[in-house]
């Protein structure tokens, strides 16, 4: 099974074009999304999350994001420790989501991938790009942030200039149509290279 890696920064449309290979019958596994969910199911992780940020890690069931976030934001070795309790319990249940797939190839949404030196993990990388101030304006307009906010973001990830270095096709989402013709190219190459 071909493991295709999607990344790409804030508000490039990751999850967007991953909808795109869905809708053309292509299983996507969004790891930011498990990671989630994992974080708000697990006893193991609520436990180790509690045990790094306190009680305030959590309000009843649901993780405490805005807290979280505030707190990693400003503490890149909070982000490295919450990432080792995590990390690995998505990549496990990853796994177990593969085997059960059948498929010619299977898409991963990850945020972070070249970041972690994750490559070795993906037999393909599609980065997605789009224009900075398109970025900003989705979202701004989809979290409510500010533009302060998400530009500090951008500023903290790999650049654009870079992720194309090292990945073998790229995605452009300033507008839907390109995206989406770019999208079935890739299908069409990738479903070659499986046959
Ligand atoms: P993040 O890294 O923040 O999770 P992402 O890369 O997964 O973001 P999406 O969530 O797919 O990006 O897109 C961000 C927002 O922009 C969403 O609200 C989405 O509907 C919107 N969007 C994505 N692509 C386009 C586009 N081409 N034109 C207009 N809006 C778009």
Known sequence: MIIVGLTGGIGSGKTTIGKFFKSMGIPVYIADKEAKDLMKRS????????????????????????YLSSKIFADEALLSKMNAIVHPKVGAHFKRWLKKQDAPYIIKEAAIIFENGLEGQYDVIITVVADEDLRIGRVVKRDNSSIDRVKAIINNQLSDDEKIKKSDFIIENNDLDTAKKQTEEIHQLLLQRTA
Do not use: M, P, W
Request: no cysteine; glycine share 8%; aromatic share 8%.
């Open 43 to 66: 006893k193991v992780i609520r436990r180790k999350l509690v045990k790094l940020f306190g009680e305030k890690a959590y309000v009843g069931d649901e993780l405490n994001r805005s």
